[in-house]
């Protein structure tokens, strides 16, 4: 499923998407914010975060209509393009950041989207991504996320790989 990524940015953190220049897309404008959207890659993974004057929010539709009912003004009316390669890689590393910068030693309840995995598996790779991330903020050593995943994951090599390598580029930085 192709998801969309919306990112609100403050003006005092524009300077920091000067790259996106060469990559037209639908923009919105309310006050001192600006909301972009592309389309993400169909095997990218990336969380809902803020940091700092920027707000990164993946959503599985495009929101335009809700947006212009809610006083964003259109900027740009283009099509919605596919998000480039640096603009994923700022936006990974980004939210790597964030993730060790937030990591705390918090049980995670039994509830919503881990309840979920726990009675039903997991059903994508992002499934497997996100438990990765999810478990290593609430503080869970890289060993125990991994024995917690081998007890209800699927015996299906990609997920594995995928659970390792989110595992390695939050820890490995």
Known sequence: MWQMVDIQVNDSVSGLFGFLKGYPTRAYRKGVHTLISYWL????????????????????????????????????DLTIAHAPANLLTFLKDLEIDI????????????????LQWLSYGFHSINDVERFGKLFYQAGYDPEDIIAIYSNIGQNNKEYHRRLLNTIKGVCIR
């Open 41 to 76: 890659p169909l095997d990218y993974s990336l969380s809902n975060f803020s940091y700092q004057g920027i707000m990164v929010n993946v959503r599985d539709e495009d929101h335009g209509k809700r947006y212009n009912s809610t006083g964003w003004l259109l900027a740009r």
């Open 99 to 114: 993730l060790n910068t937030n990591r705390q030693a918090n049980p995670l309840p039994i509830k919503g989207q881990i």
